[in-house]
């Protein structure tokens, strides 16, 4: 079974049901969970109602259109795709041509299982469907086949496309607006705003995380000897106590008579003393471990961004990662 502390550096499990994220959907805070399961876990709150992350406890409110109207977490579902093609559990895709057919007619005929991939059109198609993309006249569309290998160049052109146009590419970076755009979206909305080219951004916003992501290193090992030396002084004091346990029975049995009540009462307040320190050191060692859960997964999703992450996840990130690093870092 996993772990939370497993859960927090395996970016491709969901920390509520444990297992491989369906539909992520990001919050404020950056930690991602699928659709359903925030669907179960809020199933009594409304749209507009101020609820808890289930992981950090940072507040967010739910969006008028409910969750589905969370951000779709594009840097996890990455991850998650390029998971699933490595271990050879993606799934057979429909041919997109048979589909939008049968969708039109209302028919029930099966759907066939795609094949091939036109660079052109960007289209998963079967074989039949694909034959007229070979004989078009101002020439034959290119077709590539539908294997594993493939599997991770359509990843990177589905993860780098534009949110509101996607047929286009994005490439440059709204800083008024923080997101991503196409060309068709500057022209459009973002002319008269200050923007860069993507890569160049990226770059930028990579000393930023990875500045971030140094101190939260700092922190961890800030808290691992933290953790330490509160087991260290835990131990100390259930020695001392039970040092003290053992002088108290050698000298009542020579007295016992004469102050069993004495002894009695001592052992009563020690053993309320023992009870009360051992709750409190635990409750420390609970707040301690709980930070540092959190402290482990920023650093394992920043190092994950900043290693396999393109510019575009970086852009998409870097504003409400670091948000989120000021917070954890306010925390120490």
Known sequence: ???????????????????????????????????????????????????????????????????????????????????????????????????????????????????VYCVDCKQKLCERCSRPHKKVT?????????DAELEPELIQQQAGAC???????????????????????????HRNHESGEIPEVAEKFRLNIDSDDQQSVSAINTFRRQMEHTKQDMSKFLNDVNSVEKMVLQRGDAVKRIVDNQISELMSELKSLKSDNAKLAQKAEDQLHLVMVDMESFHAYSRELMDKGRPTDVTRAARELHDRAKVLHAAE
Do not use: W
Not at 138 to 146: D, E, F, N, R, S
């Open 138 to 146: 101002v020439g034959a569309h290119q077709l590539k086949a539908l």
């Open 163 to 189: 949110d509101k146009h996607r047929d286009k590419q994005v490439e440059l970076y709204c800083h008024q607006c923080n997101e991503n755009i196409c060309l068709v979206c500057y022209a459009v909305k």
């Open 1 to 115: 079974m996993a772990t939370a502390a497993s859960v927090a550096t395996d970016l491709t499990i969901c920390s509520i049901c444990l297992h491989v994220f369906e539909n992520p959907k990001s919050l404020p805070c950056l930690h991602a969970f699928c659709l359903k399961c925030l669907q179960g876990y809020f199933k009594d709150n409304c749209p507009g109602d101020e609820v808890l992350c289930p992981m950090c406890r940072k507040e967010f409110q739910i969006p008028s259109d409910g969750l589905e109207g969370l951000q779709h977490h594009f840097f996890i579902q990455q991850l998650v795709d390029v998971r699933k093609v490595s271990s050879g559990d993606h799934r057979e895709d429909p041919c997109v041509v048979c589909l939008e057919e049968r969708e039109s007619e209302e028919s029930s005929e099966e759907i066939a299982t795609a094949t």
